[in-house]
């Protein structure tokens, strides 16, 4: 069984920065897709970046430039690099993973495991 567990949230001024986490445990076989995706209250959830199993990734217009996905395959650790942050940021934040996926997707159905997710709060 896939466990995710994040950690990183936190709560930070306008401009700030901010590094999630993400350590994986439970996984079988290589081509694996990681992302994180966030929910704010009262709206529907997010994509903000995928990385696929090579490497490639893709990221949120509205983050884009903002914040930096990657991951350490000898840690089993996915991370978000998260810069200038802006009060919209403030969001429930989800690590995902999806198996045998190679190249990053916006689609959830590709993400059957999720973590409990972190609390990042931006303020102005």
């Known amino acids: 069984q896939v466990q995710l567990v994040e950690s990183g949230g936190g709560s930070v001024q306008a401009g700030g920065s901010l590094r999630l986490s993400c350590v994986a445990s439970?996984?079988?076989?290589?081509?694996?897709?990681m992302g994180w995706f966030r929910q704010a209250a009262g709206k529907e959830r997010e994509a903000v970046a995928v990385?696929?199993?090579?490497?490639?990734?893709i990221y949120a217009e509205s983050v884009k430039g903002r914040f930096t996905i990657s991951k350490d395959n000898n840690k089993n650790t996915l991370y978000l690099e998260m810069n200038s942050l802006k009060p919209e940021d403030t969001a429930m934040y989800y690590c995902?993973?999806?198996?045998?996926?190679?190249?990053?997707?916006?689609?959830?159905?590709?993400?059957?495991?999720w973590g409990p997710g972190t609390q990042v709060t931006v303020s102005s």
């Open positions: 439970g996984y079988t076989g290589s081509r694996y897709c």
């Open positions: 995902t993973a999806g198996p045998g996926c190679t190249w990053p997707s916006w689609r959830e159905e590709v993400y059957p495991y």
């Open positions: 990385i696929g199993s090579v490497g490639h990734t």
